[in-house]
């Protein structure tokens, strides 16, 4: 059974860096430890969310091309497996990752769609099915699945983000063998 679970972003203290000094190499080892804290707290993360996360955590609002350039030198240091699933680099903490995490308004608890790891999205979409015997019985239509994995991430309202979310984590599941069409047009946990 997959477990719902809140979102929450690590605590970590912002500390005010010059960016040349940043660069310089001056922090690489604080910057390491940091994304281990990161992905320790947060995984499964995106690359594209630790690296926001690490960078906010500097002080900096924005990934430049000076920046990227650095975090692409130092990002092989993280201590955590990582996998391409799609168009994302996810991070694993190596743990049980059979859970979902759903954001709210707060902002220590808040994810765009974009920033959700599709493995975790995935674990919501199977949930859609373990937690209803009656919808893992008879199946789904595509439709009827998109909206109950909406809700299942806290979702309320479409838009192009949450739709690419929704049509990788299916297409994921579906090369996977994680989900199935049945004969009747709809699709059931495999």
Do not use: W
């Not at 991430?153 to 996977?176: C, P, V, W």
Request: net charge negative; with cysteine.
């Amino acid at each position: 059974m997959m477990e719902k679970r809140e979102y929450e972003a690590t605590a970590l203290t912002i500390l005010s860096v010059d960016l040349d000094d940043f660069l310089s190499g001056m922090y690489t080892d604080t910057a390491v430890k940091r994304m281990d804290e990161i992905v320790d707290c947060e995984g499964p993360i995106t690359e594209e969310l630790l690296m926001k996360r690490l960078v906010n955590s500097f002080g900096f609002q924005k990934i430049g091309s000076r920046l990227s350039e650095y975090l692409d030198s130092i990002k092989d240091r993280i201590s955590y497996p990582k996998e391409r699933v799609r168009s994302q680099v996810i991070y694993h903490t190596g743990r049980n990752e059979d859970f979902y995490r759903i954001s709210d308004d707060g902002i220590e608890r808040y994810r765009f769609s974009y920033q959700i790891p599709i493995t975790e999205a995935a674990n919501a979409m199977l949930a859609v099915f373990e937690d209803d015997p009656a919808i893992e019985a008879k199946g789904l239509l595509k439709k009827e699945l998109f909206r109950l994995f909406l809700e299942k991430l806290g979702y309320s309202k479409r838009g192009s983000q949450i739709d690419r979310l929704f049509e990788d984590t299916f297409a994921f599941l579906k090369e996977n063998g994680g989900i199935i069409k049945k004969s009747n047009g709809k699709f059931k946990k495999s």
